[in-house]
């Protein structure tokens, strides 16, 4: 019987601030199965010796540990479990602002607010960011490496879906918590803001 889960990967920056990201996934496998087809597909999505993701973080910015949680029917978290997969970046080069995202933006088959979900992965190196956008040799190699993991889930017949929290008001209303199976994850070579990552941080007066 299918199975909704969580599936996520931590981790921190130079600061030692956290950073996280995640896909909601529909599948046959338990828990440990799925724990052990998303580490091996996030390993490969950051450490591929082409397409790599690490490569364009810097070396104190670091993915920790992968987790998947299984779901009820009001996509709460019931039982989680995790995995260490410690992979630092690659590059020297100073990190961009923290609140700097890399955007993959989710797509379904439908149009709407709906069939629409989104992807936050960490704040890059600045080298591959020139007028305010990602060069295109990483936009092709970021989309490479989630092509790549939406493979790792989507082999078994397992899929990667979105959600609406509430019920839609326009009609025809969408009840809360209608999963909508994503067919096309895009890369965008903009730059997204994700300020609750710094959000925590203390100013400092001097």
């Not at 490569?55 to 910015?61: D, H, I, K």
């Not at 602002?97 to 709906?114: A, D, K, M």
């Not at 600045?126 to 939406?150: R, Y």
């Not at 509430?166 to 009609?171: A, F, G, S, W, Y």
Request: charge should be positive.
């Amino acid at each position: 019987m299918a199975q909704d889960y969580y599936c996520q990967i931590h981790g921190t920056f130079f600061d030692g601030s956290a950073w996280s990201t995640g896909l909601h996934v529909t599948s046959n496998q338990n828990q440990g199965a799925l724990l052990t087809t998303w580490l091996n597909g996030v390993q490969n999505m950051w450490d591929n010796a082409t397409y790599g993701l690490n490569q364009y973080y810097p070396v104190l910015t670091s993915v920790e540990e992968v987790t998947v949680a299984t779901l009820n029917a009001t996509m709460h978290e019931t039982a989680k479990v995790l995995a260490p997969a410690v992979i630092p970046g690659l590059s020297t080069a100073d990190t961009l602002p923290l609140l700097n995202s890399t955007l993959i933006s989710l797509r379904t088959n439908g149009v709407g607010r709906t069939q629409r979900g989104r992807m936050y992965l960490p704040a890059m190196a600045e080298t591959f960011v020139n007028n305010d956008v990602l060069i295109p040799a990483a936009v092709t190699n970021v989309k490479a490496a989630v092509a790549s993991l939406f493979g790792a889930i989507t082999a078994d017949g397992s899929s990667v879906f979105i959600f609406n929290r509430k019920d839609t008001k326009n009609p025809p209303m969408i009840p809360a918590y209608t999963k909508s199976t994503i067919s096309l994850p895009l890369v965008s070579n903009k730059p997204a803001r994700q300020s609750r990552r710094t959000r925590r941080k203390p100013a400092v007066y001097a």
